[in-house]
């Protein structure tokens, strides 16, 4: 009997765990659920790569592997919708043939994708470059996901027709039939795709010709125009627009606050990964972090009107990830184009290996998070340096300097073989007047006076901007970041590889090597700065600059890219047991930036410039009116006493 009643207890005991998760699995499918899978800032990263990952370094991303993940998920929801919020392409080598073979609009069609959007990368390649991209992609009569774009604005001349320059453009985005928005239904949910592209990401795409309305107005627009043509039930930004820990710069979070219309947003351009999503109301906004390291999921129910988020995930993509053999042997073919196309012309194989690393150079992942010197950062610049001179030979004009944007350096390297590929990833940004991928460095001059004031862009603006954070090849110099802005440094001099310094001659015109892009930059600093610091590129004459284009480097008749100079660097070193091997000089810094973070009153306020001058002045000024203005005010209430 006493084993008969502990028998009942416990069937009794199971009936009364089972129903209420039975009711609650009953629930469950009788609503609305809706799976979102997702990826952003590829950057064309199709092969796995090394990073660190929790203090580690792993192997990981590539395409391969991520469409096994996309499949293992869809395995659970067979209508799960797949989207990429932007910045697909540039990084790697296969974006040589962006526009020629748009492989990875292609690639995204083998992998399943339902809809994806623009970020500003896309339009490195310019205007054209990006409208033959999109017209390749058609021609290849495979599979292409749906674009969708819906701030992007055609400026118009006179007569309010679209301007020249920009009708290839738009004739490929109409025969691609990119759309503000697009309605797909997956489990009979009609879910409404709005693609967006941040003021930020707009900055960053200088040469794209096209103009981008404000994500909050134009989302806000499209959506009303959506409700009014389209029974929808969910709300999805793919927004390449990014997110900030200073509330201010994360204008994704703005969207979700102004446009409380969208349901879920995914957010691309700052390549953060969030392992938990940002929820503001009932929106939610999720980002994968960058380059195919993890794939994002969302799973979102529909309770009363109102959906809720049931599952957030970013799953990592492990070497241990089967690949996709169909997407793989994809790969290899774009492969083989590249090398056919463009890697021949510099009789590089893209696998080849070319130098060793014996050390960990500077961890990318930490690089624009730290305002000082860098190895990688000298490296690069020694680099520019080294392959100008021995293309120029006996006609070298010695470079006093070669300066090194923090955003244009898009990996590092760490210990172990290096590959063509690997060097070209760490400079893979841009096109150059060619029409061919890679930023052309650039050689102009500036004044001593300049020169200094470059040191200071970096000491004073990299707070405000950490991408413009700058690395300089035959410079020193000292600030310290306390002082008042525009006036942190404290020294700049001259400096060779042996550490000997000179000083600057301010009247003295040096010549300077910098890639394109950021030579373009240059000029800007005066209007950014209201005036303040002033930087003007001459060339040997002494004439301001007015086309950079015109002042490229050439090796021959090839354009010298900045990927090119840093891999023939590389091939320059002493060989040990067969390999070129990176000297112990960059095992280090050099002195090359030097911060003097001290809070000594002497220290901050010593050596005053003009600018510095100037807002003492200011100041004093201020003071001064205040205290007659206090002054004033005492005395007359001293009178009203008296009387």
């Known amino acids: 009997m006493r084993k008969f009643f502990i028998i009942l207890t416990i069937i009794l005991l199971s009936f009364t765990y089972i129903l209420p998760v039975n009711k609650t699995a009953l629930a469950n499918e009788n609503k609305d659920k809706l799976t979102i899978i997702f990826t952003h800032d590829l950057h064309d990263n199709y092969y796995p790569f090394t990073a660190e990952r929790k203090g580690k370094l792993e192997q990981v991303g590539g395409f391969a592997k991520i469409?096994?993940?996309?499949?293992?998920?869809?395995?659970?929801?067979?209508?799960?919708?797949?989207?990429?919020?932007?910045?697909?392409?540039?990084?790697?080598?296969?974006?040589?043939?962006?526009?020629?073979?748009?492989?990875?609009?292609?690639?995204?069609?083998?992998?399943?994708?339902?809809?994806?959007?623009?970020?500003?990368?896309?339009?490195?390649?310019?205007?054209?470059?990006?409208?033959?991209?999109?017209?390749?992609?058609?021609?290849?009569?495979?599979?292409?996901?749906?674009?969708?774009?819906?701030?992007?604005?055609?400026?118009?001349?006179?007569?309010?027709?679209?301007?020249?320059?920009?009708?290839?453009?738009?004739?490929?985005?109409?025969?691609?039939?990119?759309?503000?928005?697009?309605?797909?239904?997956?489990?009979?949910?009609?879910?409404?795709?709005?693609?967006?592209?941040?003021?930020?990401?707009?900055?960053?795409?200088?040469?794209?010709?096209?103009?981008?309305?404000?994500?909050?107005?134009?989302?806000?627009?499209?959506?009303?125009?959506?409700?009014?043509?389209?029974?929808?039930?969910?709300?999805?930004?793919?927004?390449?627009?990014?997110?900030d820990e200073n509330p201010s710069k994360s204008e994704d979070e703005e969207l979700a606050k102004e446009v409380p219309d969208i349901d879920a947003i995914i957010s691309g351009h700052s390549h953060t990964l969030h392992e938990e999503p940002i929820i503001h109301g009932d929106t939610v906004i999720?980002?994968?972090?960058?380059?195919?390291?993890?794939?994002?999921?969302?799973?979102?129910?529909?309770?009363?009107?109102?959906?809720?988020?049931?599952?957030?995930?970013?799953?990592?993509?492990?070497?241990?990830?089967?690949?996709?053999?169909?997407?793989?042997?994809?790969?290899?073919?774009?492969?083989?184009?590249?090398?056919?196309?463009?890697?021949?012309?510099?009789?590089?194989?893209f696998h080849q290996i070319i130098a060793r690393a014996p050390f960990d150079l500077s961890n990318f992942a930490t690089l624009s998070k730290k305002h000082d010197e860098s190895t990688i950062g000298n490296l690069i610049g020694d680099s520019y340096r080294h392959t100008i001179q021995e293309i120029e030979g006996a006609d070298y004009d010695d470079i006093a300097a070669a300066v090194v944007p923090v955003g244009n350096i898009r990996s590092s390297f760490p210990k172990g073989d290096i590959t063509v590929s690997d060097a070209f990833n760490v400079l893979a940004l841009g096109v150059g007047k060619d029409g061919s991928s890679g930023y052309p460095l650039v050689s102009a001059y500036l004044t001593g006076k300049e020169l200094k004031t470059v040191a200071e862009v970096d000491a004073s603006v990299t707070p405000l901007f950490n991408d413009v954070q700058l690395y300089m090849s035959g410079l020193t110099y000292t600030f310290n970041p306390n002082r008042i802005i525009f006036n942190k440094v404290t020294n700049v001099q001259l400096q060779d590889m042996d550490g000997n310094r000179t000083e600057i001659d301010d009247d003295k015109l040096y010549?300077?090597?910098?890639?394109?892009?950021?030579?373009?930059?240059?000029?800007?600093?005066?209007?950014?700065?209201?005036?303040?610091?002033?930087?003007?590129?001459?060339?040997?004459?002494?004439?301001?600059?007015?086309?950079?284009?015109?002042?490229?480097?050439?090796?021959?008749?090839?354009?010298?890219?900045?990927?090119?100079?840093?891999?023939?660097?590389?091939?320059?070193?002493?060989?040990?047991d067969g390999l070129p091997e990176i000297p112990t000089y960059y095992e280090q810094t050099h002195d090359r930036k030097v911060v003097h973070d001290s809070k000594n009153i002497i220290d901050i306020f010593k050596q005053p410039n003009k600018i510095t001058l100037a807002i003492y002045a200011i100041a004093l000024t201020i003071l001064l009116i205040l205290f007659f203005i206090i002054r004033f005010i005492v005395k007359k209430v001293q009178r009203r006493r008296q009387n």
């Open 67 to 243: 469409a096994r993940i996309i499949e293992d998920e869809k395995a659970k929801n067979p209508d799960a919708l797949v989207v990429d919020a932007g910045d697909y392409a540039m990084g790697t080598l296969f974006q040589t043939i962006f526009a020629t073979e748009a492989p990875t609009l292609r690639l995204f069609g083998k992998m399943d994708y339902d809809v994806v959007t623009f970020g500003n990368h896309e339009f490195d390649f310019r205007a054209d470059g990006l409208a033959d991209s999109l017209f390749a992609a058609l021609e290849s009569g495979e599979d292409i996901p749906p674009i969708v774009a819906s701030n992007i604005i055609y400026p118009t001349d006179d007569n309010g027709n679209i301007i020249e320059s920009l009708q290839h453009l738009h004739d490929a985005m109409d025969a691609y039939d990119v759309q503000d928005y697009t309605v797909i239904e997956k489990s009979g949910i009609r879910i409404g795709v709005i693609g967006l592209l941040g003021e930020e990401a707009a900055g960053d795409a200088p040469m794209s010709g096209v103009e981008f309305d404000h994500i909050v107005d134009a989302a806000q627009a499209t959506i009303d125009r959506m409700k009014e043509e389209e029974d929808v039930d969910f709300i999805l930004a793919i927004s390449h627009s990014g997110t």
């Open 286 to 349: 999720g980002s994968s972090g960058s380059y195919g390291q993890y794939v994002g999921v969302m799973e979102l129910i529909q309770d009363s009107n109102q959906w809720t988020l049931d599952r957030y995930e970013t799953i990592p993509v492990t070497e241990d990830v089967k690949d996709v053999e169909d997407v793989a042997k994809e790969i290899e073919h774009f492969k083989d184009i590249v090398q056919d196309t463009y890697l021949d012309t510099y009789d590089w194989d």
């Open 511 to 576: 010549r300077i090597a910098v890639g394109l892009y950021s030579a373009q930059m240059l000029p800007l600093v005066t209007d950014l700065s209201y005036g303040l610091l002033k930087i003007e590129p001459k060339d040997k004459d002494g004439k301001i600059i007015e086309d950079f284009e015109e002042h490229i480097i050439y090796d021959g008749d090839q354009e010298l890219k900045e990927w090119y100079a840093l891999a023939n660097y590389l091939s320059s070193f002493e060989k040990v």
